[in-house]
């Protein structure tokens, strides 16, 4: 879609100014707190989950806790962005919010493995919720020329929670108990979250910052009855893929090909048209989000799992290799945004996704025995660059292949193969991991083996991206 064929509202025209001028500025102020929430919490709870595996004596089932949170997020997306397509972001955004804050209690009374798995689930739920509820709502309150700068923006919202969320986390379960990260987040979060919901609830089924006429349009359009069953299975098979890569058994590879068949037979009817095959254009675009996401988030799961479990790296360092993680992932998309802007998006797409295939390549050097740990930590900083750089080019893309009353549907398939790419690509590399040990290997020689598989994905995207251009 060429960009003069993309509409806008009279109030976010492009002579309306920055994210920070009036039309804006509501709409500005508020996806800056929910990121800044969201944020802090993600950032401090993901570093925790290894050590909480450990304590619950459930590391074998590491990918199901990881996997649950990716399996709810299918659905939450699902929902979210029919949602907002049919009456605005605010009342998905603020479900979401209540949300977060519940899992965390759930989190920090488990007793077992699979009620922290639990909390990871309706966590995902709200994730699921809140970040199509965000981007959908940034197509809708900005015009295309701000979108770069606003998801920029948003990426910073990351820093100052990533500066503190992390090593806090680490310091805390080092020195008192990983139970204490989720109710201290539980305590930090709940008020913020109850004064947005009533905020939000003022002006009920517009999205935040959206002229009165802009949002009566958006009501206006017919919304497609949203394919929730569809979604709801769909997780389903997501949580039995990962929940069977964590064994080999019978009863694990029955949960596998049942896992299997469902996200087969129902992914697709969440999906553009030949998303799977990278057509041009829009599928193209969701396809990359699931190929990067799925490396990332690997990457971010297995390497602490393996600093933690295998090289007795202290929760603290993980936790600051988080903490470069968040900050240089903000910078690159800051760089993307503002410094690159002259750049054909594809093409920074193409570069961030070479410089995550040097990241997986990195993790696989650490986990020789002669090498020290850092070395495999340094990959999730590097992998976290590649991503600033290509991902807000990916969403900025899929938007302009996208017309403007189809951009929650839009931000429902891009948030749906994301999820989809984090459990595909972790249950595949979990499985190769398992396989290795199952025939006497050894843990390095699996992760070895899982990473070496991780170079793949960025490879490929760094061959599809020419597919998704704008022009």
């Known amino acids: 879609m060429a960009p003069s064929s993309v509409h806008t509202p009279p109030a976010t025209a492009a002579g309306s ?3 920070f001028s009036p039309p804006h500025l509501a709409a500005t102020l508020t996806f800056a707190v929910v ?30 806790v990881a996997g649950c949170f990716v399996a709810a997020g299918l659905f939450g997306g699902v929902l979210g962005g029919h949602w907002a397509d049919r009456s605005g972001a605010r009342r ?8 977060s804050v519940l899992t965390l209690l759930v989190s920090a009374s488990s ?20 970040a199509v509820s965000v981007t959908t709502a940034v197509g809708q309150c900005y015009p295309e020329h701000l979108r770069p700068r606003m998801l920029a923006l948003l990426s910073a919202g990351w820093v100052l929670p990533s500066l503190l969320g992390p090593p806090l986390a680490g310091l805390v379960v080092q020195w008192w108990s990983w139970r204490a990260v989720f109710y201290g987040l539980a305590a930090l979060t709940a008020l913020p ?102 490396t990332y988030f690997a990457v971010e799961a297995l390497v602490p799992l393996m600093l933690i479990t295998e ?8 936790g600051a290799a988080f903490t470069a993680s968040a900050v240089l992932w903000a910078a690159a998309s800051w760089v993307q945004g503002r410094v690159l802007p002259h750049i054909a998006r594809h093409r920074l797409v193409t570069a961030g996704a070479l410089v995550m295939a040097a990241a997986v390549a990195l993790a696989a050097a650490g986990c020789s025995g002669g090498l020290p740990p850092v070395t495999a930590a340094a990959a ?33 398939a891009l948030q749906t193969n994301m999820n989809l790419g984090q ?25 070895r083996a899982a990473f070496a598989l991780l170079l793949l994905p960025p490879l490929l995207v760094a061959l599809l991206a020419v597919r998704a251009r704008g022009d």
């Open 17 to 19: 100014g920055g994210i």
């Open 35 to 64: 990121m800044f929430l969201t944020g802090f919490a993600a950032l401090a709870v993901v570093p925790t989950l290894p050590t909480a595996a450990r304590d619950l004596d459930g590391v074998s089932l590491f990918p199901v």
């Open 92 to 99: 998905p955004l603020a479900l979401g919010m209540v949300l």
């Open 111 to 130: 007793g077992s493995v699979w009620q922290l798995a639990a909390g990871r689930f309706v966590d995902g739920l709200a994730a699921g919720l809140v």
């Open 193 to 294: 979250a109850v004064a947005l919901v009533l905020v939000l609830r003022r002006a009920p089924g517009t999205a935040p910052g959206t002229a009165p006429g802009a949002a009566s349009r958006v009501a206006e359009v017919p919304a497609e009855r949203p394919p929730l069953m569809v979604a709801a299975l769909l997780s389903l098979g997501a949580a039995l893929g990962q929940y069977g890569a964590s064994a080999w058994d019978p009863r694990h590879l029955a949960a596998v090909a049942a896992g299997v068949i469902l996200l087969v037979v129902l992914a697709p009817r969440l999906l553009p048209r030949g998303t799977w095959r990278g057509a041009r254009g829009l599928p193209v675009t969701v396809l990359l989000r699931g190929l990067t996401s799925g």
């Open 311 to 318: 090289r007795r790296v202290a929760a603290v360092v993980v």
């Open 380 to 412: 999730m900083p590097l992998s976290a660059v590649g991503m600033g750089l290509l991902d807000p080019c990916v969403t900025v893309l899929s938007l302009k292949h996208s017309p403007p009353h189809r951009q929650g549907h839009t931000t429902s």
């Open 423 to 447: 459990v595909v690509v972790l249950a595949l590399a979990s499985a190769v991991l398992n396989a290795c040990l199952a025939a006497g290997a050894g843990p390095l020689p699996g992760y």
